[in-house]
């Protein structure tokens, strides 16, 4: 069994911002290294990477009420297109 590298793309405010500079969030396996990310995108979505910045996100602790807890941990990737790739279609139809 084949593992996904790519779990789910990483919608907010700031990275609808970066969209149009051909920068894309997604969050990863937390084990996953920048070249697996890379080759995986590639082959995923049919376009060129120039470079991949990782970032491991903690979680935040959240209370209700009495009881408290913490949020899952996650990593996130934030993939580079080079200029002369074309976009990504998913994200694209959100602008």
């Known amino acids: 069994m084949e593992r996904s590298v ?3 793309p990483l919608l907010t405010e700031k990275s609808y911002a970066t969209i149009k500079d051909k920068k894309y ?3 990863v396996a ?3 290294n920048k070249t697996e990310i890379k080759l995986e995108i590639e082959k995923r979505f049919d376009v060129q990477v120039e470079k991949v910045n990782t970032l491991n996100c903690h979680g935040k602790l959240k209370r209700m ?3 408290q807890g913490y ?3 996650y990593k996130k990737a934030v993939v580079t297109l080079k200029k002369d790739s074309k976009g990504i279609a ?3 139809s959100l602008q």
């Open 6 to 8: 790519i779990l789910r």
């Open 25 to 27: 969030t997604f969050i």
């Open 30 to 32: 937390k084990d996953a």
């Open 65 to 67: 009420g009495r009881t």
């Open 71 to 73: 949020t899952s941990d």
């Open 90 to 92: 998913f994200f694209e």
